[in-house]
């Protein structure tokens, strides 16, 4: 008789906050793309926003739903610089903040943290 050792293991999910109306689509694409490989290559599995919306032709408030469905699927939420200047991450990190879901802000010592508290 074989034995199956099979270990479950759920990557931790990161979802990712910052500015994304009023970006030029490109480096908009591109900053988030950065952040989520970054995000990856520290073992964690990146929730980008850009991709779960899909359309850059759909209002905000379609866009923040799917966002706030896919950030209450994360193990924690990190900020990206610009987060302040975007009425949509504003909400995701107060949102965040009140169910008590951590926050990290996107740089070298917040990743390092990330990965010290989740891993």
């Not at 999910?13 to 490109?26: L, P, T």
């Not at 899909?54 to 924690?76: H, P, Q, R, S």
């Not at 610089?81 to 917040?110: C, H, M």
Request: proline share 3%; charged share 30%.
């Amino acid at each position: 008789m074989e034995k199956s050792y099979k270990r479950k293991f759920s990557m931790k999910k990161i979802y990712i906050a910052g500015k994304v109306s009023g970006e030029h689509q490109i480096d908009c694409t591109e900053k988030f793309a950065n952040a989520k490989k970054r995000i990856e290559a520290k073992g964690f599995k990146a929730i980008n926003p850009i991709e779960e919306v899909g359309d850059w032709n759909i209002t905000w408030d379609v866009a923040m739903k799917i966002c706030i469905a896919k950030l209450l699927e994360a193990d924690a939420v990190i900020l990206l610089g610009d987060w302040p200047f975007s009425k949509g991450a504003r909400v995701e990190k107060q949102l965040a903040k009140n169910l008590n879901i951590p926050i990290f802000s996107f740089s070298k010592q917040g990743l390092e943290s990330m990965v010290n508290k989740l891993k």
